[in-house]
C-alpha cells in the first residue's frame, strides 16, 4: 500500500516500475520497506525508499535502472543487509533494489577451475555448490552463511582465511554490471591472465553499488586445502602477541588463519570454559596451517610463539584437537554475548574494521585499550592478525545518551590511530555512509578528487547510491 | 643538437623544459632521440619525439608533465623498451619521459613483506636485492634482466611462474602517480588489506603510460619458495599434452611452472641435443613445482602425464636432473635462432600473446598449426600452459614483402581464433599500438566506449601516451 501523501514523482516512477516488471516483484507497503531500509551498520543515515524492487532478470534490473534514471530517482543496489558500514541503506524516496532473487549459481567449470553466478547467491551456498565438485572458493565472511557474493564483490569483503587465499577481489575474473543509462557491460575474463585495456573489473569491486548494478560474476576457484591442523598460544602482552605474529611472518609460514583475541575477548572465552584458555592472558593467537606438511608448520610456529614470550603454546596434533582450538575462535561472540548480559540497559555493540601494517599490530592493540579507558567503555578486540586488520567491538548501553557519545568518540579514535600508524579506516567492511567522512581524512585531497572524477565518469547524474562512499 | 627545421612550438618546449631540469636530461639529438623512437615490438607504429628527458626526481617529473601540458606535447613513458605492443614507442613531436634514472629500490620492510622502488629499478634487480633480505618478488617476465618495475605494471606483465604466483597485479599495493595536471597522487596502500574508496591503484596497472606516470610503488613480497623440482613429458599431440594440463590442473595440483612446447619448439631443442627431447614429438610439457612436498607432486604429476597419453615422462629426483629439464625451456630462444639460421633472407620474428581459457589449449594449438600451412609459413609456439597463454612466434624473412604480409595476416588469425574461442587478444603483453584495433574487437562498444569514458576522467586533454591502448 503506498502511503496517501507520497509525492507525485513516486506514484509516476511506481507506474512504470510495475509496467516494467512482472507482479509481486515491486513493493511500497510499509512493512516492506522498512525491513529493507538498512544493513548491519551502526549509527544508521538510511532513509524511506518509495520502493523495494527485486528484479529476477538482467532485462528486468535494465528496466528499473532505466525507469529510475528517466524519473531521477537514485537506486540502492542491496543483498541480505549484513553489510557494516551502511552501504546498503536506503536512501529517502529512492529505490532499494535487491537482488537476491538473483540466486543462481550458473556454471562451474572444473578444468578452468571457475565459477559463474548470479549476485543474489549466498557465499557459502556458493563454497558448498564448488565443493561438491572437488574446488575451493576460500573468501569466508563472518556472515557468510547469510551475505552474497553481490554484497561480497560491492564491499571487497574479506575473511579468516585472507592471510592465505587473499580477498573477494583476487576471485573475481569478470563482472556483468547494468551502468546508469541501462546498458549491460561485460568486463573482464574468462582466462587466468589477461590485460585488453583498463581493468574495470577491479574498479566496480569495493565500490559498494555506487558505479553500477553487478548482474553477474566470474570467480576463480582454488583447488581444495588439506585438512586444517591448529596452534593456540596465549601471551602476557599484546606486544608479545605482536612479536609472535612477526616472527611467524618473518619466518616464511603462510599460515590459513592467524586469529588474535585481546585480553578481554581471551577472558571472555575462558569464562566460559575452554579448556586451553586459562584466565590471565592479555592475549591468545590461533594459527592453522592446511599446508601439506601441516603438522611440521604447526609445531614451528608453536615455538616461534614460545620465542616471542608465550605463556603456553598448544600445538593439535590430529584434527579433533585442531577442532578444539579453532573452537575457541568460534566461541567469541557466545563470549561476549554472555558478557554483554552482565551490563546494565539495552547492549549494543559497533564492530570496528581498522588495519594497519603488520608491524604495527602490537602498537594498534594498546592504544584501543587506552581509547577503551578514556571512555569508559568496553572494547574487545579480535583481529586478522596476520593481515594487521583488527575488528573492535565497542559495547556499550544504548539507553544511555552518554553512553552512545562516548562509544561514537570511541569509534572514531580508533580510526584515527589507524591512520597515525600508516593503516587505513577500512580493510574489509567497506566505507558506506558510516566512514564517508573518514575517508576524506584517509585520502588526500587530490586522490580524493580523483575518485569523484572517476564516479562521475561512469555515473554522471548520481544515481547509484548516492552519498555512499563518496559525498553525493 | 636540435635540428634546424624543427617547427617553434618544440624549440619553446625545449626551453621551458631545460629551465625545469638540471643539465643533461633534456636530449634532442638525433642519436637519442632515434634510441628511443621504439619498443620490441614488431610493425612499429612510432614517430620521430622532439626530446628525451630522462628525471631523476618526482619533481622533475611533475615540471616535465606541466611543460608538456602548457603546451600541448604528448608525453610517452618508457622504460626499458622491452615491451611487444608498441606502448612505450615514441609520438611525433611528443616527449619520450624515461624513468630509468629513477632506479632505487627505497624501503625493503621484512615485517611487512613489502619493497618500495621507483618506477626504473630492473625486475632482476629488485628480485635480487628482496632475496638478499630472505624475501621473494615471484614475476618474471622473460625479460626480467632488463625490463623495469614501472614497465612492469603499466603493462600488467607476467612470466613463468603466474600460474602458481600471478602476475604483476597481484603484487601492487600501492603506487605515486604524477597525474595530467602535474599533481602526485598516492593510490593504495601499505596494509594488506583495503576498501577504502575505488581502486585506482589497480586502474593505473596495466594503462601503459596512459592515465599518469608512475613514479614510486611498493609491492607486496613472498616468503622464499623451495627448491623446484621438475618433470619433462613429451606426447604424440597437442591434443595430448592439452588432456595432461587439464588432468593436473583437475587433480588439485599448483605446479609453480607449466610449460608447454610446440612440436616446431621441441624439435628445434631436440635437433640441439638435449638429452630429454628426442625427436618426433608433438609437443612437449616443462612443469615445475616449488612445494614442501615437490618430490611427491612431481611424481603424480608425471603420472598424470602418463595417463594422457605421453610418450615419455621424467622426473627429476634431485635437484641437478631438475636443472637439466629447466635448461630445455631455457634453450628455446638459441634453439629458434639455429632454426631462424637455416631460412634464406633476413630473418624477423613476431611473438604473439594470445590466451584462452586453459581447456581451450589444445584446440588453439591446433588453429595455430593450421594458420601456419595455410599462410606458408614458420610459426613455433611456446606458452604458459597453466595459463592458457599462448606465444607464437611467427618467423619470416623481411625482405620478401609477400612473407610480411603473410606474417601480419596470420598475427591477425591468431588473434581471431583466441577470440572464438572465448580468449583474449593478449594475456600478459598489453595493447599498445599494435592490437589497439583488435581491443575494439575484443570489447564490447559499451566496455570500449567506458574504457574511454575513464581515459578521459584521468586525462581530458590526451596527454599521455595518446593512441595507445585506446583510439586518440
Known amino acids: 500500500m503506498s502511503a496517501p501523501t507520497k509525492p507525485a514523482p513516486a506514484a509516476a516512477l511506481l507506474a512504470d516500475l510495475r509496467a516494467a516488471l512482472p507482479a509481486g516483484l515491486v513493493l511500497d507497503d510499509e512493512e516492506t520497506v522498512l525491513a529493507h531500509r538498512e544493513d548491519a551498520a551502526p549509527f544508521g543515515e538510511a532513509g524511506r525508499a518509495a520502493a523495494v524492487v527485486s528484479p529476477t532478470t538482467v532485462e528486468q534490473v535494465q528496466a528499473v535502472v532505466r525507469a529510475c534514471a528517466a524519473h531521477r530517482v537514485p537506486i540502492v543496489p542491496q543483498g541480505s543487509r549484513t553489510g557494516l558500514a551502511g552501504g546498503g541503506n536506503a536512501i529517502e524516496g529512492g529505490v532499494v533494489l535487491s537482488l537476491l532473487k538473483m540466486d543462481r549459481v550458473l556454471e562451474i567449470d572444473k578444468a578452468n577451475r571457475l565459477v559463474r553466478c548470479e549476485p543474489g547467491v549466498r557465499t557459502a551456498e556458493l563454497a558448498k555448490a564448488v565443493a561438491e565438485q572437488g574446488l575451493f572458493y576460500p573468501p569466508d565472511p563472518a556472515s557468510w552463511e547469510t551475505c552474497t557474493i553481490g554484497g561480497n564483490i560491492a564491499t ?40 585488453a585495456g583498463y581493468d574495470l573489473t577491479h574498479l566496480f569491486v569495493g565500490s559498494e553499488g555506487t558505479l553500477g548494478v553487478i548482474v553477474e560474476a566470474t570467480l576463480a576457484l582454488r583447488p581444495p586445502h588439506g585438512e586444517a591442523l591448529a596452534l593456540l598460544a596465549t601471551f602476557p602482552s599484546a606486544t608479545a602477541a605482536g612479536a609472535a605474529v612477526g616472527g611467524i611472518t618473518e619466518a616464511g609460514h603462510t599460515p590459513s588463519a592467524l586469529e588474535l583475541l585481546d585480553r578481554r575477548t581471551s577472558e571472555a572465552i575462558a569464562e566460559l570454559g575452554h579448556p586451553l584458555l586459562p584466565p590471565g592472558a592479555a592475549a591468545t593467537l590461533i594459527v592453522a596451517s592446511d599446508a601439506p606438511d601441516a603438522a611440521a608448520r604447526i609445531k614451528e610456529m608453536a615455538a616461534l610463539c614460545e620465542q616471542a614470550g608465550a605463556l603456553a603454546a598448544t600445538a593439535a596434533e590430529n584434527a579433533e584437537q585442531a577442532h578444539e582450538i579453532l573452537e575457541a575462535r568460534r566461541l567469541v561472540l557466545p563470549a561476549l554475548t554472555e558478557q554483554a548480559k552482565k551490563m546494565p540497559g539495552e547492549i549494543a555493540s559497533f564492530v570496528e574494521d581498522v588495519a594497519v601494517p603488520r608491524a604495527q599490530l602490537a602498537v594498534l592493540i594498546d592504544r584501543i585499550d587506552d581509547i577503551a579507558e578514556q571512555y569508559g567503555l568496553y572494547v574487545s578486540t579480535i583481529g586478522h592478525a596476520g593481515d594487521g586488520n583488527l575488528h573492535p567491538s565497542v559495547i556499550f548501553d544504548k539507553t544511555d545518551p552518554d553512553a552512545m557519545r562516548r562509544a561514537r568518540e570511541a569509534y572514531d579514535a580508533i580510526m584515527a590511530a589507524a591512520l597515525e600508524l600508516g593503516g587505513t579506516i577500512t580493510g574489509e567492511h567497506g566505507v558506506g555512509t558510516l566512514k564517508r567522512e573518514w575517508l576524506a581524512r584517509e585520502l588526500e585531497p587530490r586522490e580524493l578528487r580523483l575518485q569523484q572524477d572517476v564516479k562521475r ?10 552519498g555512499k562512499v563518496l559525498a553525493a
Chains 1, 2 share one sequence.
Open 156 to 195: 571487497g569483503a574479506g575473511g579468516l582465511c585472507c592471510v592465505k587465499y587473499g580477498v573477494t577481489a583476487d576471485y573475481v575474473m569478470g563482472l556483468s554490471v547494468v551502468l546508469a543509462d541501462g546498458e549491460l557491460v561485460k568486463v573482464g575474463r574468462r582466462t587466468v591472465k589477461c590485460v
Open 457 to 466: 565518469a561512469l555515473d554522471p547524474e548520481g544515481l547509484f547510491n548516492p
